[in-house]
């Protein structure tokens, strides 16, 4: 819009011209500018807005106000300021041991929680876009305690509360090693204070006070270690030894094994046995002269079918000890693993065996017996078999008991001939029933029939064959 200027405002700027002081000037007035629509609803606009997709925003990634775990605000919070929040909370929680006793925390305790899985778990839960779980219940949380950082803790802490346990012992005593039974110790209850702790922490507190419970601590190194243990090393001390096959050519005397050994509990409890070769390395310097021996033949008493009867020389192998470099090390090693027999190196020599087929021979009508061995006759001499009324039956026989000295009877009512009673009868062998060999002292008429069925000699020639012939050697009776 325009305005016009007044006359006196034209006169002013008039000239000294009389044609122009008689026509009226005329001019425009400067435009007031227009004033500027203010644009508020915008500058306010943005930040509001920005505000709602923010709380938009937050609510995927927040935890719902008002939610508590264990006693720990974590509403508003991402998953993990929770779980620092959480894992905060329990670490200052507080515990004091009795009326005036010692304060712990948490930390100090090795007291833990699964703080991460539990802030997942509230986030999973009551995120804070679901508006339905505001101001939920508390979340619960178990609480677990490192019982070794405990109880190195009570124990600076209150001494007083703990009464160590005495370990096992092994120990020899001139015969055996014997064990000492472990005696318990006392401690605290470490699972009591987790429960208290667990309760307390789940109820939101943060300081609690706790009368300990006192608990038995068992020694590592038990008793029944150390007795399986003292048994383990007393059979060890029956075998211990240098061998040459099944033979403990060298056996060692426990008191001298027992100078070798060391035996100790680890950290763990377990004994362990260890040996010094150092001491046993004078007894390896001198196994030649107890390992070394010639070979000497031995002899067995066969049947004919070639079964063993006796074995009168058992004879044995000849030796000689080998190279004994770095034995007396590995007996120790050997020892430490609880294996007492240690096998020498030897060059073995066999011995040989001579086999002896021994046979008893009674010829009746020589009335003579007749020592054979491997079918030749080494020695014969008269004796006196069964009458006619009572004949030694002949036969093929084996001897089958021998009986140093026995009385012999008979008694029938009705024959005479049957009834008799003679004491001591000496170097007596079975072959046939109730006949036998045996000495006779009541007469010298050998070469004649005078038995009632055995085979009668002199007692110094029965006691020949008891001798010689054991159980299994054939007899042959014939006329």
């Known amino acids: 819009m325009t305005d016009l200027a007044t006359r006196d405002q034209a006169d002013e700027s008039a000239g000294s011209s009389s044609t122009a002081a008689e026509t009226p000037a005329v001019a425009w007035a400067p435009v007031e500018s227009a004033a500027k629509k203010r644009r508020l609803g915008l500058w306010i606009g943005i930040p509001a807005g920005l505000a709602v997709v923010g709380l938009v925003a937050g609510s995927l990634v927040l935890i719902a106000p008002g939610t508590a775990v264990a006693g720990a605000p974590v509403g508003f919070q991402t998953a993990g300021s ?10 200052e929680t507080t515990i004091t041991f009795g009326e005036g006793g010692p304060t712990l925390t948490g930390a100090e305790l090795g007291a833990s929680v699964d703080a991460s899985a ?16 505001w101001f939920g219940d508390p979340v619960t949380a178990d609480v677990s305690i490192d019982a070794e950082v405990a109880t190195a803790a009570l124990r600076a802490a209150s001494p007083g509360l703990f009464t160590d346990p005495v370990a096992a012992t092994i120990a020899f005593d001139g015969k055996a090693y014997v064990a000492t039974p472990a005696e318990a110790g006392v401690g605290v209850d470490i699972l009591a204070i987790q429960s208290a702790l667990n309760d307390a922490f789940a109820a939101g507190e943060t300081s609690l006070t706790l009368t300990p419970t006192a608990s038995v601590i068992e020694s590592t190194t038990t008793t029944a270690n150390a007795e399986g243990t003292a048994s383990a090393l007393n059979a060890m001390l029956a075998k211990v030894g240098f061998y040459v096959g099944d033979e403990r050519v060298v056996p060692i005397a426990a008191a001298t094994a027992v100078e070798w050994l060391t035996v100790e509990a680890d950290d763990s409890g377990q004994f362990t046995i260890a040996a010094d070769a150092a001491k046993i390395q004078p ?22 079918a070639g079964k063993v009867l006796a074995t009168p020389v058992a004879g044995q192998d000849g030796r000689v000890l080998g190279d004994t470099d770095g034995v007396a090390n590995a007996f120790a090693d050997q020892l430490a693993s609880g294996d007492p027999a240690y096998q020498l190196p030897v060059e073995v020599t066999p011995h040989s065996m001579a086999e002896s087929v021994r046979l008893l021979e009674v010829d009746l009508s020589e009335q003579r017996l007749y020592v054979k061995e491997n079918g030749a006759v080494t020695d014969s001499w008269a004796i006196s078999s069964g009458l006619d009324i009572s004949p030694t039956i002949q036969g093929r026989y084996a001897i089958n008991w021998h009986v140093r000295s026995q009385t012999m009877t008979a008694s029938d009512p009705d024959n005479p001939y049957w009834n008799y009673e003679v004491e001591n009868v000496e170097w007596v062998m079975y072959f046939n029933g109730d006949q036998a060999f045996h000495g006779i002292y009541w007469h010298n008429n050998f070469g004649n029939q005078m038995s009632h069925g055995c085979v009668g000699m002199p007692n110094y020639r029965a006691q020949q064959i008891y001798n010689w012939a054991p159980d299994g050697v054939e007899v042959w009776i014939h006329a």
Do not use: C, H
């Open 283 to 304: 007894f390896v310097d001198a196994l030649g002269d107890k390992v070394d021996q010639e070979p000497v033949n031995g002899s067995v008493i066969v049947n004919s």
């Open 118 to 133: 539990l802030a997942a778990q509230a986030y999973d839960e009551r995120p804070m876009w679901n508006v339905s779980q």
């Open 82 to 91: 929770a779980t620092d929040s959480i894992q905060n909370r329990l670490a």
